[in-house]
């Protein structure tokens, strides 16, 4: 053989292996002194690892390390553990607690189809919903109004319509935004002189 061995020859003649090829591995060690020299270290190092003395980890060691571990759970795996936590433990309890939720579900598929097929009974009660909300917002902005600016705001709004009362809002939240910039500044320039 031209070459030395590798560390997996010499580990193999470490582990006592016998069969093709050993008898090779074990006449280029009687020849050669640095493959020699290799064999007696690796030797060494075994014996050094069999005196090494045994211990377990503490009954903790395997929670406080997972503790720190940040496991990726899939998300269909966290709602059945979620759903899970939420179900009773004894079977009577869980299957009164299927009996609720199957209930439930019929209820509403109930309403639901009840819906689907009034649809337009829906869309009227819908629409006056909206409606009556749309008045309500109005009146309260109108109060609102007349709160802070007085009657004669309001009466100036009313009489400017849509765009009118458009150009006030922004004209007004224009005011309050650079009242908070300037009170802002203020106070950072007291800070400023502070420190």
Request: with cysteine; glycine share 8%; proline share 5%.
């Amino acid at each position: 053989m031209e070459r030395h061995l590798l560390p997996n020859e010499i580990e193999l003649i470490l582990d006592g292996e016998e069969g093709f090829g050993i008898t090779q591995l074990k006449a280029h060690l009687r020849d050669c002194a640095p493959c020699r020299a290799s064999l007696d270290e690796a030797r060494a190092v075994v014996e050094a690892l069999d005196h090494l003395p045994h211990f377990s980890p503490s009954p903790q060691f395997a929670p406080k390390l997972m503790a720190r571990v940040q496991v990726f759970e899939p998300w269909h795996v966290a709602a059945l553990d979620s759903a899970r936590r939420w179900l009773p433990q004894s079977r009577p309890l869980r299957v009164v607690a299927g009996v609720m939720a199957a209930s439930m579900a019929l209820a509403v598929s109930l309403g639901a189809v009840f819906l689907a097929t009034r649809f337009d009974q829906v869309l009227f009660f819908g629409t006056l919903a909206a409606s009556r909300g749309r008045e309500a917002l109005v009146a309260g902005l109108g109060d609102t109004v007349a709160a802070l600016f007085g009657d004669a705001a309001l009466d100036a709004l009313r009489t400017a319509g849509p765009m009118g009362m458009t150009i006030g809002l922004t004209a007004f939240l224009v005011v309050v935004a650079g009242a908070a910039l300037g009170l802002r500044a203020l106070a950072t320039a007291s800070r400023r002189r502070r420190a």
